[in-house]
């Protein structure tokens, strides 16, 4: 199970599409307890706990986005390391990264405890959805251990080729999740906290499976036995890499935020469609997703063996693929997607509202859903070549469209200005993605050697 694949040699299309099948399959499982997760509160809580979901996940997104995106920062240099075959090297990254995970964990946890009450009050959560939003995201809070080092384990065998684990570790962990959500909201009737509950015990599940599979392994197991003693340098270049990808993912949950606090001025059914169509578009994204880890880990290993060559074929057969998959996924969401949100709500008198909000935000979702894709497999590219700095600017690139939009589009044509809020931060992002990529190639191509 636990078997390494060297991305350095063999045909791009069949590394990057098996390793992104893996990835895809995977994250459709973790997609699809959040998927669950909302059709559950949707049915047994109704419109406001719908609401009370959908105004957390912004939040929730902001804290889950700093512990991943500088987890995945590492990985990152991990795949460099094992490119070039270098594994004493391998293991004093590992380490340190595991120290770091430890420290930030214990502290995002106490920090976000504290003032998660005081934020929601900022983004104007109304008063009756308030107390079943702070129950949501007090007890998701208690799980980021585990997120943080489930990461690490996962981030580590994907930076080795093993994207098998991963996926049995999703897979394992969604089930229960969806098992978990049914006994504590439906059968135990915990409200809200119950689904959180669910999610923060999944994550313990896939923490412990993928970390057993790593330690499996007697080449990791060696991995705690290399001295890493006042190593500054290792720990600087970790950050170095994992800092300006986590502030990527808080830049844009910045965005997500502003436009929380705009949807609350609208009234419950517009915050409840809104959150319907975005649990359907998260789900049609992990695709997206998942080709970007797959260029990641493909485009970190060829950089670190120095192979220009296979970088660009890397990057030609993950854009072909992510757009073809995009397509599919816009077909669904503009002919099936008013059915599909139908799952979420239940046959109240606002159930016509909340329909009419979400699919409409989908039909407009589904014109530009390949340049989402895109996006994510330009910005996979840059990290994987070590350029975590622009990325990240893209990421300031979104906030200005989704902050424009939400506070001066709105003023203009209504609600629909937080629909198109979405789309203008894919698109502008892309831009300062190409452009950088093309730049970033043609350097790589003058200083390195075409094997």
Not at 3 to 22: A, Q, R, Y
Not at 64 to 82: A, P
Request: glycine content about 10%; charged content about 15%; some cysteine.
């Amino acid at each position: 199970m636990a078997k390494d694949t060297d991305m350095t040699v063999g045909n791009p299309f069949v590394l990057i599409g098996t390793f992104s099948f893996s990835l895809v399959t995977g994250n459709l499982f973790q997609q699809l307890y959040t998927f669950a997760d909302t059709v559950i509160i949707g049915k047994k809580i109704g419109a406001l706990g719908l609401a009370a979901f959908g105004g957390t996940e912004w939040l929730i997104f902001m804290v889950n986005g700093l512990v991943i995106g500088l987890v995945q920062g590492f990985s990152i240099l991990l795949g460099n390391c094992f490119g070039e075959k270098n594994e004493e090297r391998f293991c004093r990254y590992y380490q340190t990264s595991k120290k770091i995970c430890l420290v930030m964990a214990v502290a995002l946890t106490a920090v976000f405890w504290l003032i998660s009450g005081r934020i929601l009050k900022m983004l104007g959560t109304k008063d009756e959805v308030y107390p079943m939003a702070k129950a949501y995201v007090d007890t998701i809070f208690l799980g980021i251990p585990f997120l943080a080092f489930y990461q690490l384990f996962s981030g580590a065998l994907r930076s080795r080729g093993n994207s098998r684990v991963p996926l049995l570790a999703m897979t394992v962990s969604s089930l229960c999740n969806i098992f978990l959500d049914i006994l504590f909201v439906n059968v135990l009737e915990f409200g809200i906290a119950g689904a959180a509950l669910g999610t923060i015990l999944s994550e313990f599940v896939v923490m412990l499976i993928c970390g057993y599979f790593f330690y499996h392994d007697q080449r990791q197991i060696v991995y705690d036995r290399v001295s890493t003693a006042n190593d500054r340098t290792v720990a600087a270049r970790l950050f170095r890499m994992g800092l300006p990808m986590a502030m990527q993912s808080f830049i844009t949950s910045v965005g997500g935020l502003i436009v929380v606090n705009r949807i609350n001025q609208y009234d419950i059914t517009f915050l409840a469609g809104y959150t319907a169509a975005v649990k359907l578009y998260g789900l049609l994204e992990i695709a997206a997703s998942s080709f970007g880890m797959a260029a990641a880990a493909y485009v970190s290993q060829n950089y670190g063996a120095d192979r220009t060559d296979r970088i660009r074929q890397g990057v030609h057969a993950s854009v072909v693929m992510g757009v073809a998959v995009s397509l599919v996924c816009s077909g669904i969401m503009a002919i099936g997607g008013r059915s599909i949100l139908q799952l979420f709500i239940d046959t109240s008198d606002m159930m016509e509202a909340v329909l009419g909000y979400g699919f409409e935000f989908l039909k407009i979702l589904a014109v530009f859903f390949p340049f989402l894709y895109i996006l994510y497999i330009l910005r996979a590219v840059l990290q994987g070549i070590n350029n975590t700095v622009v990325p990240m600017i893209s990421s300031f690139a979104q906030l200005a469209m989704r902050l424009l939009c939400a506070t001066v589009l709105t003023r203009l044509i209504g609600y629909e200005g937080i629909f198109w809020g979405e789309v203008s931060a894919w698109l502008f992002a892309d831009a300062v993605l190409f452009i950088t990529y093309r730049m970033d190639m043609k350097k790589i191509g003058r200083s390195s050697v075409t094997v």
